[in-house]
């Protein structure tokens, strides 16, 4: 596994008729992931009908949380970072 038992996951999904801004979504997925220890980037783009949301954590279920409480979502993507997936085959 990698480093501590962490698995980070990309989870990148679209909030459609979001009741908020995609900076307030940004804010609020920043908060939220803040302190745990294999969160990576954050972004979220987009305004209006549709945002765009890509973070890196260890906790998918939190960010797809957030989204959800943003508006409905579609393309939902949650899968094993890349780098993890190379570094568990290597060890």
Known sequence: ???AGVRPYR???LVADA?????????E???SLADE?????????GDGPLIKVHVVTTR???A???????????DVIVELRPSAVA????A
Not at 37 to 45: E, F, L, N, S, Y
Not at 87 to 90: I, P, S, Y
């Open 11 to 13: 989870v990148e999904y």
């Open 37 to 45: 220890p294999g969160r990576g980037a954050i972004a979220v783009a």
């Open 64 to 74: 797809l949380a957030i989204g959800r409480a943003a508006g409905a979502l579609l």
């Open 60 to 62: 998918p279920e939190a």
């Open 19 to 27: 009741v908020c801004s995609a900076d307030a979504l940004r804010r």
């Open 1 to 3: 596994m990698s480093r």
């Open 29 to 31: 997925l920043a908060a």
């Open 87 to 90: 570094h568990e085959r290597a």
